[in-house]
């Protein structure tokens, strides 16, 4: 009897289970290069990762974030570094299905592997000029710059007439028209390459830029050509999980190192066995716990989400702002939990060697992006809650 074939997203993650030995040989490697090796991207590319959420169009999958976000957190298990720079990268082709079909000819009309890095950080210098914009500005952590060939840079167009509100935009940018600053040395995420980008009064067409308010309300110029449903989810709440769920999935990776490494272990100092210490075992119990309420929490806001889109009804302003706090939540609770396993590992856990180090330093180093900084998203759901006025907008 012959077996029955996997389907698209099974084999998908297959491969990402597959790769899981080679990214911890390479992790040393990895930390060392400050970027991905050439081998780890090739492989990536050959798997299929960064097509999962591409168009259909231009060779990719289009298939469901849940799908994305599961071989993410596989690879994180294996290498933060790694799932961090999928997360990143591999999310900007979903975007890119966002854009009016010209920009998307023009990164992927001669090669539709093609990738790109990004910094949305609105720092750039825009000024308007006929047929688009000129842009200037120095932006940092774009993270696996050194493979891609363009990126998405942020800036706010200033309002031509008094009173309007400035137009926060992300910029197209090729690599030609802007410089890598290789300034990426850092104590967590080593391979992610984030290296700085500048940009000196380069010409971005009109064509070429993607306003925040299309990406809010679900309305594209890409959706003229790209019309699955998942090129109609909200831009804001899909790119905040590319970097908050490569924490879960490599807190995974640590509880299995965490048993491995002190099932059988007894304390130097007073002989007992740490599997039978009260503070080990919880510490083990809260991250499984961690991993499954992150998970469940994600997936069940992905099915509302992908439940809207392929309606086509909208999320309600209250959801997006709760749903913006639970991703803002993810990378808080994985750190927290990874930092109890780190202390009851003892002092051989500050060790380059040991197996929780890397992780121990790359997810607390996850914890600092912007996004997963819960605090301001807990302050606004609050506030919103009890009748304040909403102040995110990137939801």
């Known amino acids: 009897m012959n077996a029955p074939q996997l389907t698209q997203a099974e084999q998908l993650y297959k491969a990402a289970r597959s790769l899981l030995p080679a990214l911890r040989e390479r992790a040393t490697e990895t930390a060392?290069?400050?970027?991905?090796?050439?081998?780890?991207?090739?492989?990536?590319?050959?798997?299929?990762?960064?097509?999962?959420?591409?168009?259909?169009?231009?060779?990719?999958?289009?298939?469901?974030?849940e799908v994305f976000f599961k071989v993410q957190m596989i690879l994180?298990?294996?290498?933060?570094?790694?799932?961090?720079?999928?997360?990143?990268?591999?999310?900007?082709?979903?975007?890119?299905?966002?854009?009016?079909?010209?920009?998307?000819?023009?990164?992927?009309?001669?090669?539709?592997?093609?990738?790109?890095?990004?910094s949305y950080m609105p720092v750039g210098k825009v000024e308007h000029v006929d047929g688009g914009y000129r842009l200037s500005g120095h932006w940092?952590?774009?993270?696996?710059?050194?493979?891609?060939?363009?990126?998405?840079?942020?800036?706010?167009?200033?309002?031509?007439?008094?009173g309007e509100a400035p137009d926060y935009r992300?910029?197209?940018?090729?690599?030609?028209?802007?410089?890598?600053?290789?300034?990426?040395?850092?104590?967590?995420?080593?391979?992610?390459?984030?290296?700085?980008?500048?940009?000196?009064?380069?010409?971005?067409p009109e064509y070429r830029t993607h306003r925040a308010i299309h990406g809010f309300e679900c309305m594209s110029p890409g959706n003229k050509e790209n019309t699955h449903y998942i090129f109609r989810l909200p831009f804001g709440q899909i790119f905040v999980r590319a970097v908050s769920s490569s924490s879960i999935g490599c807190l995974q990776g640590v509880i299995d190192n965490y048993i491995a490494v002190n099932k059988d272990r007894v304390g130097l100092n007073d002989g007992n066995k740490i599997a039978t210490d009260p503070d080990a075992q919880m510490a083990l119990a809260n991250a499984v716990s961690t991993v499954?309420?992150?998970?469940?929490?994600?997936?069940?806001?992905?099915?509302?989400?992908?439940?809207?889109?392929?309606?086509?009804s909208a999320l309600s302003l209250d959801?997006?702002?709760?749903?913006?706090?639970?991703?803002?939540?993810?990378?808080?609770?994985?750190?927290?939990?990874?930092?109890?396993?780190?202390?009851?590992?003892?002092?051989q856990g500050i060790f380059r060697?040991?197996?929780?180090?890397?992780?121990?330093?790359?997810?607390?180093?996850?914890?600092?992006?912007?996004?997963?900084?819960?605090?301001?998203?807990?302050?606004?759901?609050?506030g919103v809650m009890m009748g304040a006025e909403n102040h995110d907008f990137f939801l």
């Open 32 to 65: 060392r290069l400050g970027q991905l090796p050439k081998a780890t991207v090739e492989a990536m590319q050959q798997a299929g990762f960064f097509r999962i959420m591409q168009p259909a169009r231009y060779g990719g999958y289009e298939l469901d974030p």
């Open 319 to 347: 959801e997006r702002i709760k749903m913006r706090f639970d991703a803002a939540l993810v990378a808080r609770k994985c750190t927290d939990a990874i930092n109890q396993m780190f202390i009851s590992c003892g002092a």
């Open 292 to 312: 499954d309420e992150c998970q469940t929490v994600m997936f069940r806001n992905f099915d509302a989400m992908v439940a809207a889109a392929k309606s086509g």
């Open 140 to 162: 940092g952590f774009s993270s696996g710059s050194k493979h891609c060939k363009w990126a998405f840079l942020g800036g706010m167009v200033p309002p031509k007439n008094a």
């Open 170 to 204: 992300t910029f197209l940018v090729p690599l030609g028209d802007y410089k890598i600053v290789e300034n990426w040395n850092v104590s967590g995420l080593e391979g992610t390459g984030s290296h700085d980008i500048v940009v000196e009064d380069a010409f971005v």
């Open 76 to 118: 994180a298990s294996g290498c933060m570094s790694t799932a961090w720079v999928l997360g990143v990268v591999a999310i900007h082709n979903w975007q890119l299905g966002l854009l009016d079909d010209r920009a998307q000819r023009d990164v992927w009309g001669e090669d539709d592997a093609t990738l790109i890095s990004s």
């Open 353 to 382: 060697d040991h197996p929780l180090n890397r992780a121990w330093l790359d997810i607390n180093a996850g914890r600092t992006h912007v996004a997963n900084n819960p605090f301001k998203f807990g302050r606004n759901l609050g």
